[in-house]
């Protein structure tokens, strides 16, 4: 089993940064793929970021050139830094890991107007 524990999440205005962590722990099989999805409130939840093991990455239109997604193969995390944050950001954003399609329980991000 795999366990991922998101950090990092809060309130913070519109322009501002901030930067998600997310932990893996338990069987993790190499030549994986690490995502940032995120769910606002009344919407499906959607990709927003994917690293592969080698350092790939990937972006959903409306971030790119605002978010940066890293990983840390040593301590099996993933980070999600996030700058000019913009209200329509505001979301629940989860981790995900695949293989085994893992989830961690999320972290809610707010950005004010």
């Known amino acids: 089993q795999v366990q991922l524990v998101e950090s990092g999440g809060g309130l913070v205005q519109a322009g501002g940064s901030l930067r998600l962590s997310c932990a893996a722990s338990g069987s993790i099989f190499s030549g994986n793929f690490m995502r940032w999805y995120r769910q606002a409130p009344g919407k499906q939840r959607e990709l927003v970021a994917t690293?592969?093991?080698?350092?790939?990455?990937n972006y959903a239109d409306s971030v790119k050139g605002r978010f940066t997604i890293s990983r840390d193969n040593d301590k099996n995390t993933v980070y999600l830094q996030m700058n000019s944050l913009k209200p329509e950001d505001t979301a629940v954003y989860y981790c995900n890991l695949f293989p085994p399609n893992s989830w961690g329980q999320g972290t809610q991000v707010t950005v004010s107007s």
């Open positions: 690293i592969t093991s080698g350092g790939s990455t």
